[in-house]
């Protein structure tokens, strides 16, 4: 079964404790990206993969980072977070001209 | 700068009423359209893809009709029902590089 597994699914932090929400695919696609999703303002990239260590900015990738060294893995890494970055967070995958695979999604709360 | 544009406001409905949504954009050079169905709190779904050499797409009540001298999709949902309600959201690929770019969505509500 197709599948993109992101963890955690709800965090709470603190502003400025590093960290990371994990995102894998088991479908081999060499396309992985991230988006936050905030009410009135759709679906925002934040980062995009086009395959093992390459990545490239999205429209909103200030704050964040992110890193490649496996096809199946894509974590999403916010070193020091802010209250800005309170949001619903993607995952998603695809291969070229095909559909996107969504996660279930991370709701983070930073305080 | 490249610009996704749906229509913001909700889409009130009554059962049994054929929906349609826009979705248009400029500055783009899309190689193929698709559109996504999201529930709250949950990921999108892909429901249908169009290529910029296709016209017209239909899957069950769904149609797409994909206009590149417009620059403009139409999506409508025939028949509709109140399980149709959810945010509808189109996204714009290249075949070149394979970005993919969403639109804001709009929501769909269906009203027996």
């Known amino acids: 079964e197709a599948q993109v597994t992101q963890n955690p699914r709800y965090l709470i932090t603190v502003t400025g404790k590093k960290l990371t929400v994990t995102c894998s695919q088991n479908m081999n696609h060499e396309y992985m990206s991230w988006y936050r999703q905030d009410p009135g303002l759709g679906l925002r990239q934040i980062y995009y993969s086009m395959n093992v260590e390459v990545t490239d900015k999205g429209d909103v990738p200030e704050g964040y980072k992110v890193s490649r060294k496996e096809k199946r893995n894509f974590p999403l890494i916010l070193e020091s977070p802010s209250p800005n970055q309170t949001s619903l967070y993607f995952c998603a995958t695809h291969t070229v001209g095909t559909e996107a695979f969504f996660g279930q999604g991370t709701r983070l709360t930073v305080v | 700068s490249q610009k996704i544009e749906q229509n913001s406001e909700a889409l009130n409905i009554q059962e049994g009423k054929t929906a349609t949504l826009t979705c248009n954009y400029t500055?783009?050079?899309?190689?193929?359209l698709q559109w996504y169905r999201q529930d709250p709190g949950r990921g999108p779904v892909f429901l249908l893809l169009?290529?910029?050499?296709?016209k017209e797409k239909r899957k069950e009540r769904l149609k797409v009709t994909f206009d590149t001298t417009l620059k403009q999709s139409l999506f409508h949902i025939t028949a509709s029902q109140p399980a149709d309600s959810a945010t509808y959201l189109c996204?714009?690929?290249?075949?070149?590089?394979?970005?993919?770019?969403f639109g804001a969505g709009t929501q769909v509500v269906v009203t027996p």
């Open positions: 169009i290529r910029e050499n296709e």
């Open positions: 500055n783009y050079s899309p190689a193929y």
């Open positions: 996204a714009l690929g290249t075949d070149s590089w394979g970005k993919l770019q």
